[in-house]
């Protein structure tokens, strides 16, 4: 029943900007957890950031501080992530997951979107 559905990733220069959009159906958000997830050949799944839609808490890997931000649009259960000087470390696939009553750490694993790709390179 809930579907997630990202967009927004594309190819852009190192220093470059991208908006990504999460939009949910199916359910409300008001009380999950949303977050972004990026999935790199050769690493592990990492967290990238992470909100709690119940209190607006955030979470942010340590090499999204300062660059990125999550967001949220309420009205249409839409949740942002705005990249800036975006680096080609920063490459890869961005999952949005949704979790309904999520816990304190950023591993959400409940449903899944298909997917965007990023790819930061000159």
């Known amino acids: 029943q809930v579907q997630l559905v990202e967009s927004g990733g594309g190819s852009v220069q190192p220093g470059g900007s991208l908006r990504l959009s999460c939009a949910v159906s199916?359910?409300?958000?008001?009380?999950?957890?949303i977050g972004w997830f990026r999935q790199t050949p050769g690493k592990e799944r990492e967290g990238v950031s992470c909100?709690?839609?119940?209190?607006?808490?955030?979470f942010y890997a340590d090499s999204a501080k300062g660059r990125f931000t999550i967001s949220r649009d309420s009205a249409e259960n839409t949740v942002y992530l705005e990249m800036n000087n975006l680096s080609p470390e920063d490459t890869g696939d961005y999952y949005c997951?949704?979790?309904?009553?999520?816990?304190?750490?950023?591993?959400?694993?409940?449903?899944w979107g298909q997917g965007t790709r990023v790819t930061v390179s000159s």
């Open positions: 997951a949704a979790e309904l009553f999520p816990d304190t750490s950023c591993q959400y694993d409940d449903y």
């Open positions: 199916g359910a409300t958000l008001a009380y999950y957890g």
């Open positions: 909100l709690v839609m119940s209190d607006g808490s955030t």
